[in-house]
T-cell receptor
Framework: EAGVVQSPRYKIIEKKQPVAFWCNPI?????LYWYRQNLGQGPELLIR????????DSQLPKDRFSAERLKGVDSTLKIQPAELGDSAVYLC????????????????FGQGTRLTVV | GQQLNQSPQSMFIQEGEDVSMNCTSS?????WLWYKQEPGEGPVLLIA?????ELTSNGRLTAQFGITRKDSFLNISASIPSDVGIYFC??????????FGKGTRLHILP
């Protein structure tokens, strides 16, 4: 079974340019997460979807970041315009929805997109 | 805010030694997760814990879900060179939100 697929793997852009990342979750997983991981840090949640609904976007910098998951499957995360401080690895993860509490709700990650803003 | 305190931050050990790392939080979690990340890759799930007090093994790895639901530990027995990497704990709330610790960097000396 295919895991979480992300593209591109690497992206180098100049500041003030737009950039987009794509994620295809594991088939059947209705929860999708976008995380940002700065160098030497743990992943930090940007946004979480249950199907096509963004249920937690409190950490998403909405002035320049946007995300969508129109059909409740794959998702796109966009930054416009990019700033130097946006350089990081952007990770997508997916899981089965666990509410009410259940097993097998752990998140599986893609390989990430390493963004460098110059 | 919600955060996980993971320790130690890094470890330098000899091959064959046992390793222990842990995470604590002021929050109560439904699930504890342990991941390993290698350079250029996403985190890979090692162990998932669903129940307070649960002790689970995966080969040489053993992890436990603390009784208070606020802590967890991961042990690696008889370390080998391929154990090198960054280990992250993660706590999952009832609403599926997952937060991560800052990681434990494991180095194995030849």
């Amino acid at each position: 079974e295919a895991g979480v697929v992300q593209s591109p793997r690497y992206k180098i852009i100049e500041k003030k340019q737009p950039v987009a990342f794509w994620c295809n979750p594991i088939s059947g997983h209705n929860t999708l997460y976008w995380y940002r991981q700065n160098l030497g840090q743990g992943p930090e949640l940007l946004i979480r979807y249950e199907n096509e609904e963004a249920v937690d976007d409190s950490q998403l910098p909405k002035d320049r970041f946007s995300a969508e998951r129109l059909k409740g499957v794959d998702s796109t995360l966009k930054i416009q315009p990019a700033e130097l401080g946006d350089s990081a690895v952007y990770l997508c993860a997916s899981s089965l929805t666990g509410w009410p509490a259940a097993r097998d709700t752990e998140a599986f990650f893609g390989q990430g997109t390493r963004l460098t803003v110059v | 805010g919600q955060q996980l305190n993971q320790s130690p931050q890094s470890m330098f050990i000899q091959e064959g030694e046992d390793v222990s790392m842990n995470c604590t939080s002021s929050s109560i979690f439904n699930t504890w997760l342990w991941y390993k990340q290698e350079p250029g890759e996403g985190p890979v799930l090692l162990i998932a814990l669903y129940k307070a007090g649960e002790l689970t093994s995966n080969g040489r790895l053993t992890a436990q879900f603390g009784i208070t639901r606020k802590d967890s530990f991961l042990n690696i027995s008889a370390s080998i060179p391929s154990d090198v990497g960054i280990y992250f704990c993660a706590g999952q709330f009832r609403d599926d939100k997952i937060i991560f610790g800052k990681g434990t960097r494991l180095h194995i000396l030849p």
